[in-house]
């Protein structure tokens, strides 16, 4: 196998974030920075929480603490209050991995939970 010794990247080769030197008309060095990647904002979803007309509402109420804990008494009130007046009630807001969890832990205590992508 041969190589070619070339000024050009590979399509292969991994971007490089290097500082190349470069002289200015006073002959001093100057640095000029490689642009950098911006890391886009991880995707947040939705837990939901839907109307349960079988458990009572102090169950509900003390499961959502249960298994989301950053809920005070309040906060769950509020969700059970919302999913029984209008269907569905936002548990929480966050990446999908705990979103997950907390979805899967409701219906494990007998709570219908979806997730959906927050828009």
């Known amino acids: 196998m041969t190589s070619v010794a070339s ?4 399509a292969s080769d991994p971007p490089i974030a290097t500082q190349t030197p470069s002289r ?3 002959g001093a060095a100057v ?5 950098e990647r911006v890391r886009q904002p991880q995707r947040r979803y ?8 079988v458990n009572s509402m102090e169950y509900v109420v003390s499961t959502l603490r249960q298994v ?11 969700v059970m209050l919302e999913a029984h ?4 009630g936002l548990v929480i807001v966050c990446d999908i991995e705990p979103a ?16 959906e992508p927050e828009e």
């Open 7 to 10: 000024d050009q990247p590979l």
């Open 46 to 53: 939705k837990v939901l929480l839907h109307n349960d007309p």
């Open 24 to 26: 200015e008309s006073g």
């Open 31 to 35: 640095m000029e920075k490689a642009p």
């Open 85 to 88: 007046n209008t269907g569905v």
């Open 68 to 78: 989301v804990p950053s809920l005070s008494e309040q906060d769950a009130i509020a």
């Open 100 to 115: 997950e969890f907390y979805c899967e832990s409701l219906k494990a205590k007998g709570l219908t939970s979806t997730i």
